[in-house]
């Protein structure tokens, strides 16, 4: 009997991945992937969910998602396992996404940890780049995803996430001890709610990336910044960062090295009230500055927005595919996250739908016409 084969490159240069949460790190989800043409792999190490329900719905509870107050800093072997582990289904390991908020908890409240924590964070990445991790997404940001629901919103019924700023209290404190949906520590009885200002978070921001971009480059590795999702003005009184696509320019300027990266989520971008989706991918490509793309589409914006099927958004994402064509992208897509199928694996059959749609305008990318969107 013939081996199969162990992977389907894609006949463009654009590379189609999956992202998998912690969970679902498992040899049967890698083989899922290689099957449904995934060449490449976004891995989340963070165990959002711990001691709790995994529902998207937990990101408009009080309380946050689980709790990370556990979690020890990724070091090389297990990073580089992971590697290996991915190389044995016939993939490959384009990101890690999402720093444990208890790595990194000190960094973004300027707390007293904030010192160790750089120091770890350095670690990490020095560990990350020997063990063959090209790249890490983070998302600097206090509130994290508050204020998304999950119900029904896509095309038939499908579960997917929406936001709606009337529906929620966008101003409710964080608990003590939370931050990026997750408990990282304790609450300490009396403490005063969390506030931080938009030009704080910025210098927050950049003392984190003088910091740690020259340790990533000497290790080759790149960090990448996902926009804010959702990318309101401020939430819970803390300041959102990068929620105008021109916002990406002064945050590449913080550091002018190719280190210093982008995670280019095409649904937050879309979601933003002002800015243009593709005029923000065509610089960003044409700059180099891309970590890797979330391909998504989405419904609306700020303050009111539900996440769509890939084909099924105000994104005309055939239209993405041209632009990265034409500047030459060659990194990786995943499908970030997507409306489920009603089905014995809801999951699994939204990834496959999106993977495949994905596959389809890759391969297509040569006979797709030349983009309408280019600026006069
Ligand atoms: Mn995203």
New binding site residues.
Partial sequence: MPAPSASTPSSGPIKVGLGLYRDSLTPENFRFAAQAGATHIVAHLTNYFAGRNPSLSRGADLDGWGDCSGDVLWDYELMAGLVTDLRAEGLELAALENFSPRFWSDILLDGPDKARQLEDMKRLIRDAGRAGVPCIGYNFSIAGVWGWTRDRYARGGALSVGFDAAAIDPDAPIPDGVVWNMRYRPARPGAEPVAVSHEELWDRLAGFLTEVVPVAAEAGVRLAA?PD?PPADSLRGTARLVNDPGKYDRLLGIVDHPANAV?L?L??IQEMPTGDVYDRVRSLARRGAIGYI?F?NVRGKVPRYYETFIDDGDIDMAEIVRILRDEGFDGVMVP??TPELDCGAPWHAGMAYALGYMRALVNNAETLGPSWSAAA
């Fill in positions: 996902h999702d995670e989520c649904g937050s979330h998504r970030d996250h």
